[in-house]
């Protein structure tokens, strides 16, 4: 009897992985491998010309334009795997503190981009090395089953080398994994009170999206042989975060908040502390924290199959008083990226 070979390529097999760069366009090799699905979106933009050929058919060769290397991240978060996301839409730099990670981005300057290096393919030799990657946008959504968070992660990379064979690394099989279990939601009305008034028996959900909207760079320097990306400048940052609120005395303040004939400032925090300790005596945490006003509610969205609830968006925007836009801190047990 002659054995039947597996068909190559099994998606259960992929990886994703990042590594740490330290200068733009020179790839590193990954030193960590995140629980997520991905899979590169590689467009070179080829291109037929817009020519009379005398022909009823393209009868001149294509193009190239400079490549467009994206991709979606999705899957649970973990608070080891936090800061890699975290780094990448922000800024470089940020190196943990009593194992306390805190990434608070400039306003009224350019922070310098962290860019990592990604690997990603299955068990073939269909592998691919994606260079200089950032964070164009990140969702960070806290489901109302209390689960785990779950990311959406919107990358953009400047180079692709194909193939590649990419580092050998295994996923964290036991992480800490970042619950909406464990979080709490506070609203305050000062800058110096942020974090102060927990809203309980309250918030089903929320989602937090952070859009960079990522302005790519090329220039005509001669020796772009592979049309890729030179560099990337920062456009007008957006921090969209969406509540689902059960009818409490305190949500129905905040939608008349929102009907207020003049704008309500509100300082809200997205705390989660985990009951497993990380390092001494501190836990396992993710913070987020932001300035923002109710722009919209949705009316009547349905929260299982008896309930309403108010689905309120928050607009965040740079507070002279709190003088970031928004911050995020995670207590794990990583040292490094």
């Known amino acids: 009897m002659s054995p039947v070979a597996a068909i190559p ?96 981005p400039a306003s009224t300057s350019q922070d310098s981009f962290e860019i990592f290096t990604g690997e990603w393919g299955d068990e073939t030799a269909d592998q691919y090395r994606l260079t200089s990657g950032v964070l164009d946008r990140l969702q960070l959504v806290y489901p109302e089953d209390l689960g785990p968070v779950q990311v959406t992660a919107d990358w953009r990379f400047a180079k692709v080398t194909y193939p590649h064979a990419k580092t050998a690394l295994s996923v964290d099989f036991q992480p800490n994994w970042v619950y909406a279990n464990d979080t709490s ?90 009951p497993v300790i990380a390092t001494g005596i501190i836990p396992y945490s993710h913070k987020v924290r932001f300035a923002g006003y109710w722009f919209t509610n949705t009316l009547n969205a349905t929260y299982g199959t008896t309930n309403t609830v108010n689905q309120l968006v928050c607009q965040g925007f740079l507070d002279q008083t709190l003088t970031y836009p928004f911050t995020a801190s995670i207590a794990n047990t990583l040292s490094a990226l």
């Open 185 to 274: 939601v506070y609203i305050d009305s000062t800058a110096g009170g942020i974090g102060a008034t927990k809203l309980t028996n309250t918030v089903h959900g929320l989602t937090i999206d952070i859009n960079n909207a990522i302005d790519v760079k090329s220039f005509a320097n001669g020796s772009n042989t592979q049309f890729t990306v030179d560099g990337y400048g920062r456009g007008l940052r957006t921090n969209t975060t969406t509540f689902s609120f059960a009818k409490t005395t305190a949500s129905l303040q905040e939608v008349a908040n929102w009907l207020n004939a003049s704008p309500v400032e509100r300082f809200l925090a997205v705390d989660t502390i985990s």
């Open 9 to 104: 390529g099994n998606t259960r097999l992929r990886a994703f992985q990042l590594g740490l760069e330290t200068t733009f366009g020179t790839p590193v090799n990954a030193t960590r491998r995140f629980p997520w699905s991905y899979a590169p979106a590689v467009d070179p933009h080829w291109t037929w010309p817009d020519a009379d050929t005398g022909t009823l058919d393209e009868a001149i060769n294509p193009y190239r334009l400079r490549i467009d290397l994206t991709g979606t991240a999705t899957g649970p978060l973990a608070y080891n795997d936090a800061p890699y996301l975290w780094a990448a839409l922000t800024k470089s730099g940020v190196t943990p503190a009593s194992n306390i990670w805190t990434f608070t």
